[in-house]
């Protein structure tokens, strides 16, 4: 048995590689370092052998992968010695706002769709005393708030076009390198404000640029058809998905999203609601893990292409589950087929229930 030290977080890990000045106070909670799982058994239902791992970010410490971001623009926040932020957000970067901003002592406020926010994303935010401005419009449309009103008070945007926060994602890119022992073939991961594929392609790219690896992933990356821009070549005006975590009509990081899909020799491509739906509840029951249901779409892309040839035999894959699925408690309830019987509180009835299920399930 030997003793390892304490993980204390991203920044600390990396910061040779981080923009960040020796002296600044780190304001972390201990984001980073997360699972890279490689799928047992959905794998032997393909037609071609691929090596499929998955990056757990729902296990980052407000359960998506906006921590890493985060630890980044709120250390960077209290640094230029400001004293709050804001974001607009599907739901994750507010919870992640909120609790960050708590750790570091400042006000957060953040702008969020009316009607169209996970319960436990809500539930975050709220508990953790971020001032919450509900508008009667979408993701966009708080966007677009957020970027004129911060050049008229003084708050700091903590979305992802602060850079800040990419330089905190990529990250994510570091750790599958060092776990893996080399970059993965393809690279699959949902595709919404367009952040998070700029991030990995930076961190992948920075490595490869090191001479720590040889070579960099495809990015492909996943939209759901009702919330496509990248698809439509142009901004969706009215983006509706189940998947709100990507439900976003005007992508931020537009350009750099198209560059990493160029220079990489990846694709975009889209799925439906009950494609996503599927590819969550594939990998909560043959695989146990529960993601929500924007990160499920990388699955649902992954299987996609390697049963169409696209990705050949022999690749390894990794995908990004970008958030827990605990933080949508509400779309997993509603889809879930599993069986719940109800009996008297006696012995009989539960093991004749117990017997018969068995014996369907022959
Ligand atoms: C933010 C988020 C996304 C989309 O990431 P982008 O960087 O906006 O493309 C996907 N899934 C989850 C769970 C998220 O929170």
């Known amino acids: 048995m030997s003793f390892r030290p304490r993980y204390t977080g991203l920044i600390e890990r990396y910061r040779d590689f981080l923009p960040l000045s020796d002296d600044a106070r780190i304001i972390s909670l201990g984001e980073g370092d997360t699972p890279l799982i490689r799928l047992n058994n959905i794998p032997k239902e393909l037609p071609a052998e691929v090596a499929i791992y998955v990056k757990y970010e729902g296990l980052n410490p407000t359960g998506s992968f906006k921590d890493r971001g985060m630890t980044m623009a709120i250390t960077k926040t209290v640094a230029a010695g400001n004293h709050a932020v804001i974001c607009a957000s599907t739901g994750n970067t507010s ?23 996970a319960q436990g994303k809500l539930a975050q935010a709220m508990m953790h005393g971020a001032v919450i401005i509900q508008i009667e419009g979408n993701f966009d449309d708080g966007m677009q708030i957020v970027k004129e009103v911060s050049s008229q008070a003084p708050v700091e945007i903590v979305n992802s076009i602060n850079p800040f926060r990419l330089q905190g994602q990529k990250t994510a890119a570091f750790e599958i390198i060092e776990e893996l022992g080399r970059a993965p073939d393809y690279h699959c991961l949902p595709l919404g404000n367009a952040g998070n594929i700029s991030a990995y392609w930076m961190g992948y790219t920075q490595f490869y640029q090191e001479g720590i690896v040889t070579k960099r992933p495809k990015m492909c990356a996943y939209q759901a058809s009702g919330a496509a821009p990248f698809l439509r070549g142009h901004p969706v005006i009215n983006p509706e ?10 992508p931020q990081s537009w350009d750099l999203a198209w560059a990493a899909q160029r220079e990489s020799g990846g694709w975009f491509d889209e799925f439906s609601d009950e494609e996503i739906l599927a590819a969550q509840k594939l990998l909560a029951v043959k695989e146990g893990i529960f993601c929500e249901p924007a990160s499920a779409i990388s699955i649902a892309g992954a299987l996609r292409d390697v049963k169409s040839g696209k990705i050949p035999a022999g690749s390894v894959i990794t995908c990004t589950l970008t958030g827990h699925g605990l933080k949508d408690p509400d779309t997993a309830i509603k889809q879930s087929t599993g069986p719940v019987i109800k009996v008297k509180a006696t012995l009989t009835e539960v093991k004749q229930a117990i017997l018969a299920n068995l014996e369907n399930l022959k």
């Not at 400042?106 to 009607?115: K, S």
């Not at 998905?241 to 005007?250: D, E, K, P, Q, W």
């Open 95 to 117: 919870a992640s706002a909120a609790a960050y901003a708590a750790r570091a002592g400042l006000i957060a406020f953040v702008i969020i769709p009316e009607g169209k926010i």
């Open 241 to 250: 998905t189940v998947a709100t975590a990507i439900r976003i009509g005007n």
